[in-house]
């Protein structure tokens, strides 16, 4: 209604092309373009025809690329555009293994450590998507499953550090030293995944998003922190 | 991102059109703006297709305002922008909301034609837009609809050039013919396929039923956090309930951490099962199992309260646990855990009876309910407090039993690092005995 009135005043709609009236009984002559999406299949069969080696190289570079994300958050998209679950699996698989083996004297501590922390991570993600999902988020559910696993990295290096420390002794200074570098390593996954996260939400709605986060890292970096080998 | 927000006014936009040359197939040509993926509608002319942004065209259905009083199902819109309306009913003036009216806006385009009405119905999912990874486009079938027409025009482009040429226009023409063919079959093999599985895909998987739950703000949960520890006065008056879940969620995320950091400076030790899934067995097990517990005893004495409100008191009840326990597993004083779940958990209790008593009536009903949740409610304080501590206290006993008396409870503080010091002493000394 509103544009048949604009074309009906004629004015600033149609600037130059007012007087422009084409009926339906005059052919349109020239050649159209239409520009459908079949460029697919031919990439498929490129990619399809490479050498293993190039597509092994193009997926470790895309996970090294979000790997150095993490490392300085800036408020970029690739990370949420190419999304992809090595990196994060990598993560988990390794702060599993590392965090085996410890902090209880029966041997049947041992095997549950792995699937618990497993557990904790891939089902703390999946509840803190559906959560912000849920309050009206814009970021889809495997971009935030990436996101989330992703901030790992910085546990798992506050992890090694942590055993390497403790190789060294178990006293009140490699306590004092394993403190600081967890709590260093947890605000920092934190803001990483804040900063990636939050964008997504409504603006006054932060804070709801940003606590479950918060208590996830919090929940690793504590088994982290109380991690003591036998 | 995807262009201006549009204006709210039905004014016309002041700025020339992208598009210049009027369709001939529609009746009024679009003068908006619109997403380069719209233009690829209308192969025959340079105008998009008249199903884009909110700029008050005659083929748009006034914006998104049907759908705000709709069922969450249909709240939802399939597609990248799905969430992004869900932020614009309420009102976010982001640039997300251009997109989920533009979005709304082409299905609901869809809707009025009518050719995907039996699509809509099953379409509601916003959990997993498999369709739609990393492409914010619009709706799947929109594309679907595109995909037929960018067909048709083609299979008469072809049916024109292979009438034009020669002997190479007959081949194209029967080999187009085949083509056309196959391809609409397998393109309706493929919507059948998708049309089922999404179908039963929205209706296991369609989180808009918890949406309207989580209808928060910040500063509502801290109010409602507050008012948990205040046991309201009047009791004669049926008191509010607000039937949210977020906060009580987040309660008992809440407290399985504080559980799990008590069970670790107690060294718990679980044979059958982990610690994390001890806590969170427990935690749940007490939120989800009380709460249906308490809603039948409710059903029963007549009270009238949901289930969706039980649960939200309840959970909101267990902050003051929360403090009480965060409190507890770090000073180990036994009569500060007394005081504090005499106090802090009395007043929580007394909070949750008296919103039950509002809403009870008959004096029978109200003793029976409130007393089964305050009883119940107390007891769990307690047993959180000891089944975790226990531990710690058995091995101090038998440590220093020859040299204290039995019966003697020394307030002791244990931090982390001499609780590891304290276990090795403890071996060491177990082994020399």
Redesign the interface.
């Known amino acids: 209604?509103?544009?048949?009135?604009?074309?009906a005043?004629g004015g600033?709609?149609?600037?130059?092309?007012a007087d422009?009236?084409?009926?339906?009984d005059i052919p349109?002559e020239g050649e159209?373009t239409?520009?459908?999406g079949s460029r697919s299949p031919d990439e498929d069969y490129s990619t399809l025809d490479e050498p293993v080696k190039d597509t092994i190289m193009r997926d470790l570079k895309a996970v090294g690329k979000k790997f150095v994300h993490v490392m300085y958050p800036k408020k970029s998209s690739a990370l949420l555009?190419?999304?992809d679950l090595w990196g994060p699996l990598v993560l988990c698989v390794s702060l599993a293994l590392m965090l085996q083996g410890g902090?209880?004297?029966?041997k049947?501590?041992g095997g549950?450590?792995f699937?618990?922390v497993f557990?904790?991570i891939w089902f703390g993600a999946v509840?803190i998507t559906?959560?912000s999902?849920?309050?009206?988020?814009?970021i889809?559910?495997?971009q935030s499953l990436c996101v989330l696993g992703y901030c790992i990295m910085p546990l798992t290096v506050a992890m090694l550090v942590c055993r390497l420390v403790l190789l060294a002794g178990?006293?009140?200074i490699s306590?004092i030293i394993r403190l600081i570098v967890v709590v260093a390593m947890f605000g920092w996954s934190t803001l990483a995944s804040t900063a990636f996260l939050a964008d997504s939400q409504?603006?006054?709605?932060k804070?709801?998003v940003v606590?479950?986060i918060f208590?996830f890292y919090?929940?690793i970096s504590?088994m982290i922190?109380?991690f003591?080998p036998q | 991102m995807r262009g201006l927000p549009a204006p709210r006014s039905?004014a016309?936009?002041?700025r020339?059109?992208r598009a210049?040359?009027?369709c001939?197939l529609s009746p009024?040509?679009?003068?908006?703006r619109s997403a380069p993926r719209a233009a690829?509608a209308h192969?025959?002319?340079l105008v998009p297709a008249p199903r884009h942004t909110q700029?008050?065209?005659?083929a748009h259905p006034p914006d998104a305002r049907p759908r705000e009083s709709a069922l969450p199902l249909r709240a939802s819109h399939p597609g990248?922008?799905a969430?992004?309306s869900?932020?614009s009913q309420?009102g976010?003036g982001?640039m997300?909301a251009a997109a989920a009216g533009g979005s709304g806006g082409r299905s609901g385009t869809a809707a009025e034609w009518g050719g995907f009405e039996d699509n809509m119905q099953g379409g509601g999912s916003?959990?997993?837009?498999m369709e739609n990874?990393?492409d914010t486009s619009g709706s799947s079938f929109e594309d679907m609809g595109e995909m037929h027409q960018?067909m048709k025009?083609?299979e008469e482009e072809e049916g024109e050039a292979g009438a034009g040429e020669e002997e190479d226009g007959e081949f194209l023409g029967m080999k187009g013919l085949r083509g056309q063919l196959g391809r609409q079959v397998a393109d309706q093999m493929w919507q059948v396929g998708k049309r089922q599985a999404s179908r039963a895909f929205s209706l296991y998987a369609n989180?808009d039923i918890?949406?309207p739950y989580?209808?928060?703000?910040?500063i509502q949960?801290r109010t409602r956090l507050m008012e948990s520890m205040i046991p309201v006065k009047m009791i004669n008056f049926p008191q509010k309930i607000a039937g949210e879940l977020?906060g009580p969620?987040?309660l008992v995320?809440?407290l399985v951490?504080i559980l799990?950091?008590g069970m670790?400076t107690s060294d718990t030790?679980i044979?059958e099962?982990?610690?994390?899934?001890t806590a969170i067995g427990t935690c749940f097990g007490y939120w989800l199992g009380v709460s249906s517990f308490i809603y039948f005893l409710a059903y029963l004495c007549n009270a009238q309260i949901t289930m969706v409100q039980m649960l939200s008191l309840l959970g909101y009840g267990l902050f003051g646990h929360c403090i009480t326990l965060f409190v507890t597993y770090n000073i180990h004083f036994h009569s500060l855990f007394y005081i504090f779940w005499l106090g802090v958990g009395g007043l929580s209790t007394l909070r949750m009876v008296a919103v039950l008593v509002s809403r009870t009536v008959g004096h029978t009903q109200r003793l029976i309910l409130c007393g089964t949740l305050a009883a119940l409610h107390m007891l769990f304080l307690l047993y959180l407090h000891f089944a975790y501590h226990k531990v710690v206290e058995g091995i101090l006993d038998t440590l220093e039993g020859p040299n204290m008396p039995p019966f003697q409870r020394v307030a002791r503080d244990i931090p982390?690092?001499s609780n590891?010091v304290l276990n090795t002493t403890a071996k060491a000394i177990a082994l020399t005995l």
Request: charge should be negative; aromatic fraction near 8%.
């Open positions: 209604m509103a544009a048949a009135e604009g074309s005043d600033p709609l149609f600037a130059g092309l422009v009236s084409i009926s339906g349109v159209i239409v520009p459908v555009r190419d999304w902090s209880a004297d029966s049947d501590d549950p450590q699937a618990e557990v904790i509840v559906l959560n999902k849920l309050l009206g988020g814009t889809s559910f495997f178990s006293g009140t306590f409504p603006p006054n709605r804070g709801l606590y479950p208590l919090f929940v504590w922190l109380t003591t | 039905a016309l936009p002041r020339p059109p210049l040359v009027p001939p009024v040509p679009c003068p908006c690829a192969p025959r002319c700029d008050g065209s005659t990248g922008a969430l992004a869900g932020g309420r976010a982001t997300s916003a959990v997993i837009d990874m990393d960018r025009e083609e989180i918890l949406r989580f209808d928060v703000e910040p949960v977020y969620l987040m995320f809440t951490a799990l950091h670790k030790i044979r099962g982990t610690l994390m899934g982390l690092v590891a």
